[in-house]
């Protein structure tokens, strides 16, 4: 991998420019040397302040969001696909702004739980919106990463095999896949295998536990990840998710459902999640030596 990240969520919910300048403060004091902020409406924050911030401490900043339902790309109603674009294309300069490297999330839909099918349309506008965005974010000097997740956050792209697929379409190589373990152990039948599947598409990876906290305490079994994603020479960011109701913003609480406390004190997680990936990904790196000698 090439840097070690954490979401800005551990440690503060993101509503204040105070709180996001302690965030990369957090980061960096525990080794990070990546972090994920939500989106950033750069009428609510200082982007410089934060961009000085992150090279004073040598964190990176990434950037992730999802549309709202009045902005969908993957929409029937142009109003909505054209106000989607404009959106993605804000967010794109957003992230240039404030020194990011990359824009991922759900960038081709709504963030939520549909209530029908996608439609054939709807996902023609999608590609083309990604397409129109993709263009921006390489002039830009942005990485664009699509999120696979989970069928209650959205309807289009749920599998590595659709993500294939969309970005195929997009003709233009500059869009790559954002994965994340959590959304993947619900809807792919082998996580190993989806990863071997996507390949040098993967732009970005999440590690998340299935339950949303503390690496290890979950149902997901992470040798076959980490094997995998080293198999495959993966060297982009790696960041730690966690998400629990002791720091939360409140719109994701209600987009992903963050109802109880996976844990309480965010610097015990943080440090534990650092050892536990390090260690995972120089456990992997020695069996795929070993097995290469053999």
């Given at each position: 991998?090439?840097?070690?990240?954490?979401?800005?969520?551990?440690?503060?919910?993101?509503?204040?420019?105070?709180?996001?300048?302690?965030?990369?403060?957090?980061?960096?004091?525990?080794?990070?040397?990546?972090?994920e902020f939500a989106y950033l409406r750069p009428e609510l924050f200082d982007l410089d302040r934060l961009a000085k911030k992150s090279q004073e401490l040598d964190v990176q900043i990434g950037v992730t969001m999802g549309l709202p339902l009045d902005k969908d790309v993957s929409?029937?109603?142009?109003?909505?696909?054209?106000?989607?674009?404009?959106?993605l294309a804000d967010a794109v300069r957003a992230v240039r702004d404030v020194g990011g490297d990359k824009l991922g999330g759900i960038l081709y839909s709504a963030h939520t739980k549909y209530n029908r099918q996608p439609t054939a349309d709807g996902w023609k506008n999608s590609v083309q919106?990604?397409?129109e965005t993709a263009e921006i974010a390489q002039a830009a000097g942005v990485d664009l990463v699509l999120e696979l997740v989970n069928r209650f956050e959205t309807?289009?792209?749920?599998?590595?095999?659709?993500?294939?697929?969309?970005?195929?379409?997009t003709g233009n190589d500059?869009?790559?896949?954002?994965?994340?373990?959590?959304?993947?152990?619900?809807?792919?039948?082998?996580?190993?295998?989806?990863?071997?599947?996507?390949?040098?598409?993967?732009?970005?990876?999440?590690?998340?536990?299935?339950?949303?906290?503390?690496l290890g305490d979950g149902t997901i079994d992470w040798d076959p990840v980490f094997d995998a994603l080293v198999e495959i020479g993966y060297n982009r960011d790696v960041v730690f998710e966690s998400f629990s109701t002791?720091?939360?913003?409140?719109?994701?609480?209600?987009?992903?459902?963050?109802?109880?406390?996976?844990?309480?004190?965010?610097?015990?997680?943080?440090?534990?999640?650092?050892?536990f990936i390090e260690q995972k990904w120089a456990e992997a790196e020695r069996r795929r030596a070993t097995n290469i000698r053999a």
């Open positions: 991998m090439k840097r070690l990240g954490i979401h800005s969520f551990v440690w503060t919910g993101g509503q204040t420019q105070e709180g996001l300048e302690m965030a990369l403060e957090k980061s960096a004091e525990h080794g990070y040397r990546c972090i929409s029937e109603d142009p109003d909505a696909v054209a106000a989607g674009k404009a959106m919106a990604i397409a309807n289009l792209l749920n599998t590595t095999a659709q993500g294939m697929k969309f970005i195929a379409e500059h869009v790559r896949l954002h994965m994340d373990t959590f959304h993947m152990q619900m809807e792919e039948a082998n996580l190993a295998a989806a990863i071997r599947m996507a390949g040098d598409k993967i732009g970005y990876f999440h590690i998340g536990e299935s339950n949303r906290g503390y002791a720091i939360v913003d409140e719109g994701l609480s209600l987009a992903c459902a963050i109802w109880r406390d996976t844990w309480t004190e965010n610097d015990p997680l943080a440090a534990h999640a650092k050892q």
